[in-house]
């Protein structure tokens, strides 16, 4: 399962906190996240990384760190070339 939050609040520019999924550690890097522990202790400590680097997030490269999930790209890369094979 896609983590969709995660690409909601990338895609917007909002560094994430994102507990150590599979799924994260292919999407969270240092310039939009943080990966954690499914804990409180480690969501703390992620949190404290984020308000310590928040200076240094910019919105425009944390949207830019996933742009090939934007549903625009994923229409002309996957859905189109499927139906141009039907018409």
């Known amino acids: 399962q896609p983590p ?32 954690c522990c499914d804990n409180p202790e480690s969501f703390s400590r992620g949190l404290e990384v984020v308000y310590k680097k928040r200076s240094s997030y910019d919105s425009k490269v944390i949207r830019e760190s996933l742009k090939e999930y934007t549903w625009n790209k994923i229409v002309d890369q996957k859905l189109k070339p499927v139906i141009n094979l039907f018409t």
């Open 4 to 35: 969709t939050k995660t690409f909601e609040y990338i895609l917007s520019g909002i560094p994430c906190i994102a507990t150590k999924t599979n799924e994260n550690k292919k999407l969270i890097k240092d310039v939009n996240g943080v990966l």
